[in-house]
Each structure stands twice: as C-alpha cells, then as structure tokens.
C-alpha cells in the first residue's frame, strides 16, 4: 500500500461523532504497517474525564491483538484531512512496543512522500540513566 492509499484509508476512517455526554470519537485517524505487512486502523476516543486514547494507540492496540509490535509505517490524520505526528504519549508508547520502532516513519507530507522517523521525533527515550 502506498503513502497515498494510507492516507486515503485514514480518511475513509474519519468519523467524528458525539456519543453523548461526555464521549466523542472519530476526529483522528491512524493506519500503521506493521512489519507483518499487515495494516491497522484506529481512530481516538476522547472521554471528558481524561481517559480516552489516540488514534496511534487504538491502531497499535489492534496491532498488538494481531500479535505484531514492529511499526514500519503511520500516517494519522485529523479531521481538517491534515496530516498528524504523534502527540508525546504516543511517540513514547510506541518505541516501548519495540525497541525496531525507532525506525517507524511517519508521513509529514503527501505530496513527496516526506517522512520523519520515530527516533527523530523522540531523541532520548525513557531509561534508567546513570549520574
């Protein structure tokens, strides 16, 4: 599948919905590769309470399911039909799935097929340092 075709199915994905008080879902999308050469879809789920998630984990949880944790490529999407990177909590659960995944690339621009990797995204990950 091509950055375009990603792009396209992470549009078809848009859905932005209220469920009622306190619940809306559907106004961002992710489509991820994963190294199964397989593709997985998530849209965000956002709870007034704090306890929704983003499109990137949604995705990734059904990744996970389909047991694969390797990402080879994103492309997320919000609905002004913009491209998003992923927000901090996201680049960070993400490189914990796989340590491969500093190599994820994440479509920036569709015309030119710009990307930008995980690891450049997040340069120092969570670890134990020493003093």
Same mark, same amino acid.
Do not use: Q
């Given at each position: 599948m091509t950055y #375009?075709? +990603? *792009?396209? =199915?992470?549009?078809?994905?848009? /859905?932005? %919905?209220?469920?009622?008080?306190? !619940?809306?879902?559907?106004? &961002?999308? /992710? &489509? +991820?590769?994963g190294a199964n050469? %397989? @593709? *997985? #879809?998530? &849209?965000? $789920?956002? =709870? @007034? #309470?704090? $306890?929704? !998630? #983003?499109?990137?984990?949604?995705?990734?949880?059904? +990744? &996970?399911?389909?047991g694969e944790t390797v990402i080879r490529r994103v492309v997320c999407v919000g609905e002004n039909k913009k491209l998003w990177t992923p927000c901090g909590s996201c680049r960070e659960f993400l490189s914990l799935l796989s340590p491969q995944n500093a190599e994820t690339e994440f479509l920036v621009e569709l015309e030119g097929e710009k990307t930008v990797r995980l690891r450049d995204l997040l340069p120092l990950p969570w670890q134990e340092r020493s003093l």
């Open positions: #375009c075709e +990603m *792009y396209e =199915l992470a549009l078809k994905n848009l /859905a932005p %919905r209220e469920h009622g008080s306190g !619940f809306s879902s559907g106004s &961002v999308s /992710a &489509v +991820m590769e050469g %397989r @593709y *997985y #879809c998530g &849209v965000n $789920l956002d =709870l @007034y #309470c704090g $306890l929704g !998630f #983003c499109a990137e984990r949604s995705a990734a949880a059904a +990744m &996970v399911t389909d």
